[in-house]
């Protein structure tokens, strides 16, 4: 993108300063009830505890720390990453969100136009966040309780649900790919169950997968041109 005139920065770098110091203050901001704990009332898990704590997530949240900034950042853009990260709940909301925003202004990912329609459907999806759990938290038990079974069962296929529509979404630009695609995933994920490997080395092999055969389709359709 073009730079500011008055400051001689482009957006991207805008982007990346203030993003910096918002993850920077999010990030103490996230130990701050702990503190307050520990100052007010002196309590604190012994240290062994804390570590055992943290490899626990390491091991099984650790490849998505790496995986998951790369996969959506394509589709997120450089602020939309920033906020979706800060936010949190960027496979369920946060992408949708983005993905939708980009559809209705009709742009594509991975373009300045597109990057801006991203953070704005991010920023949306935010603000409706916030005053939807601030409802929920104040409302929602009451009416929870109230639902059928059948309905609070659902809510444990949701963020499937959401997985799919998003995928349905991405591959009806190129259905083959996108056949392709669920496919190899398939089979990829019967055989690992079979072998009992490590499920965080699956999520590696289909991600990888799938951008090899985006990768040959691409080539495909370039010689045809």
């Known amino acids: 993108m073009m730079p500011d005139l008055t400051t001689?920065?482009?957006?991207?770098?805008?982007?990346?300063?203030?993003?910096?110091?918002?993850?920077?203050?999010?990030?103490?901001?996230n130990f701050a009830p702990a503190a307050y704990v520990y100052l007010a009332?002196?309590?604190?898990?012994?240290a062994e505890d804390i570590c055992k704590m943290w490899a626990v997530l390491a091991v099984t949240f650790g490849a998505s720390w790496i995986i998951q900034p790369i996969t959506y950042f394509s589709l997120l853009?450089?602020?939309?990453?920033y906020l979706g990260w800060i936010a949190g709940s960027n496979a369920d909301i946060r992408c949708p969100s983005a993905?939708?925003?980009q559809k209705a202004a009709n742009?594509?990912?991975s373009t300045p136009e597109g990057d801006i329609i991203s953070t704005i459907g991010v920023a949306g999806s935010?603000?409706?966040?916030?005053?939807?759990v601030t409802i929920f938290v104040l409302v929602g038990q009451g009416i929870l309780d109230i639902l059928p079974p059948f309905i609070q069962n659902s809510f444990k296929y949701v963020l499937t649900s959401v997985f799919g529509a998003v995928y349905v979404q991405l591959a009806c630009k190129n259905l083959g790919m996108g056949a392709w695609t669920i496919v190899f995933a398939?089979?990829?994920s019967y055989f690992w169950g079979v072998l009992h490997l490590p499920g965080w080395l699956l999520n590696i092999l289909i991600i990888v997968g799938g951008v090899?055969?985006?990768?040959?389709?691409?080539?495909?359709?370039?010689k045809k041109q």
Do not use: H, Q
């Not at 853009?77 to 990453?81: A, C, D, F, L, P």
């Not at 935010?126 to 939807?132: C, D, I, P, W």
């Open 41 to 46: 009332y002196g309590i604190i898990p012994p």
């Open 186 to 188: 398939i089979a990829v």
């Open 99 to 101: 993905t939708m925003a």
């Open 8 to 29: 001689g920065m482009s957006y991207d770098e805008k982007a990346i300063r203030i993003g910096t110091i918002a993850m920077i203050c999010a990030a103490i901001a």
């Open 212 to 222: 090899v055969i985006a990768r040959i389709f691409f080539n495909k359709a370039a």
């Open 77 to 81: 853009g450089v602020s939309g990453s």
């Open 126 to 132: 935010v603000l409706t966040s916030v005053a939807m």
């Open 107 to 109: 742009v594509e990912p």
